[in-house]
C-alpha cells in the first residue's frame, strides 16, 4: 500500500470548501519566504495547471499530468514540492525512489481516482483475460500497478494506437475520456470504466452551445474528460457549435494553441484553473469559462501557507511500497516513452 493518511473515501463526502485567497501583501509576503526556503533546501516545486494562481505563481515549472510526470522523472532537486493533488505526488515518488516528495495537504485527493480500485481492476481484468489495460494518469498506485500502460489526456490516443488493432482494451477510470477515445480512434473492442470527475462531469453541451451562441468569434477548447465531449463532437457534426471553431485538447495543449491561434477569444471547458497560465500566455486575448463554477476544491487545497509549512516542516512525506512501485513504474514509463 501507498504510505498516506486515510481519511474518507472521497466519493462518500462532499468536497472541501475552497480557502479564501489570501490579501496581496501576505501573498507577496509568503511567495518570498517559499523562495528561500525552496533555495536552502535545494527543493523544485511543480504545480499543477488547476492550482491557484498565486501558488502557480511560485512554482518551478507549472504544467499538466503528462508534463509534471516528464518534470519529476527528470529533476535533480532533492526534495519535490508537489501542488497538485495525492496521485500525481505518487507518480513523482514511483519516478524518485532516492528523493523526497512532499504534498502540502493530504487532503488533496481526487473524485476520478476514487471511482476505482486495483481489486476492481483484477476482476474485470479476470472477466476480460489477454485483455491490455491501459489507465488514466489518474488513478492511485496500486491501480497503476495492475496495468500495462499508463496515459494522459495529452498522450491516450497515442497510447491506443501502440497497441494492436485486434486486441482488446480495458480503459480506466475516465468514462468521458475512454468515449472520446473510442470515437477518435474508431476501436470496437475498448471497454471503458464508467468513472469520472465530478467537475469535468457537470460540463454539459447546453452550456457550451449557449456561449458559442454569445461569442460565435471564439473558439471552443474542450478537455476530453467533460461531460460535454461525446455531444460535443455530435454537435459540430451537426452544426450546432462550429466544426472548425471546436478543439478537444488536453491542458497543455490548450495553453499551446491559444499562442498559436490567430483567433482573439476562447471558451474554455475545463477547470477554471488553466485561464491563469492562459491570460499569461497571451495576455490580448479573451478567455470565457464554459462555467464559473467548474472549480476542482481538492485542487484548491495547496495554498501557499501550505506550501510553506511543507517545506519548513518537511509534510507530508508521500511514499509508495518498493513492491507497488516497481509495477506500476513500468506503466508510467511506457507512458513517458509515448
Known amino acids: 500500500m501507498a504510505t498516506r493518511a486515510e481519511p474518507l473515501p472521497l466519493h462518500l463526502r462532499e468536497p472541501p470548501l475552497v480557502p479564501a485567497a489570501p490579501i496581496p501583501s501576505r501573498v507577496a509576503e509568503l511567495q518570498a519566504r517559499i523562495r528561500d526556503l525552496k533555495e536552502e533546501q535545494g527543493a523544485v516545486i511543480l504545480a499543477h495547471n488547476y492550482q491557484v494562481p498565486e501558488v502557480q505563481d511560485v512554482a518551478d515549472f507549472v504544467g499538466d499530468s ?38 502540502p495537504d493530504l487532503e488533496a ?37 495492475e496495468l500495462d500502460y499508463c496515459c494522459t489526456s495529452a498522450n491516450a490516443e497515442r497510447v491506443l494506437r501502440a497497441i ?15 468515449a472520446y477515445l473510442q470515437r477518435v480512434t474508431g476501436r470496437k473492442n475498448l471497454r ?8 469535468h462531469a457537470g460540463l454539459k453541451a447546453k452550456d457550451l452551445q449557449q456561449l ?22 455530435f454537435l459540430a ?37 488553466i485561464l491563469h497560465r492562459m491570460r499569461q500566455a497571451a495576455p490580448a486575448k479573451q478567455f470565457v469559462p464554459a462555467r464559473e463554477d467548474a472549480v476542482c476544491q481538492y485542487m484548491k487545497r495547496i495554498t501557499l501557507e501550505k506550501v510553506a509549512h511543507s517545506l519548513e516542516a518537511g509534510v507530508h512525506e508521500v511514499r509508495v511500497a ?17
Open 66 to 103: 503528462l508534463g509534471l510526470s516528464q518534470e519529476a522523472a527528470r529533476t535533480k532537486a532533492d526534495i519535490i514540492v508537489f501542488c497538485g493533488v495525492h496521485f500525481m505526488a505518487e507518480t513523482a515518488a514511483i519516478l524518485n525512489p532516492s528523493k523526497k516528495v512532499l504534498l
Open 164 to 178: 494492436p488493432a485486434d486486441q482488446e482494451v480495458l480503459f480506466l477510470p475516465d468514462l468521458f475520456l475512454g
Open 237 to 273: 457534426a451537426d452544426g450546432a457549435v462550429p466544426r472548425t471553431n471546436t478543439k478537444f485538447l488536453s491542458t497543455e495543449g490548450m495553453v499551446r494553441h491559444v499562442t498559436s491561434s490567430p483567433r482573439g477569444a476562447f471558451i474554455v471547458a475545463t477547470e477554471v484553473g
Open 212 to 233: 458559442a451562441a454569445q461569442h460565435p468569434d471564439a473558439e471552443l477548447l474542450i478537455h476530453p474528460e467533460c461531460g460535454c465531449t461525446t455531444s460535443a463532437m
Open 109 to 145: 485527493g481526487c473524485s476520478l481516482a476514487a471511482s476505482i480500485t486495483a481489486d476492481d481492476v483484477r476482476a474485470w481484468k479476470a472477466q476480460h483475460p489477454g485483455a491490455v489495460t491501459v489507465g488514466y494518469v489518474n488513478t492511485t498506485a496500486e491501480v497503476k500497478a
Open 322 to 338: 518498493p513492491d507497488v512501485a516497481a509495477r506500476a513504474r513500468t506503466a508510467i514509463e511506457r507512458m513517458l516513452a509515448l
Open 192 to 199: 471503458v470504466w464508467s468513472g469520472e470527475c465530478h467537475v
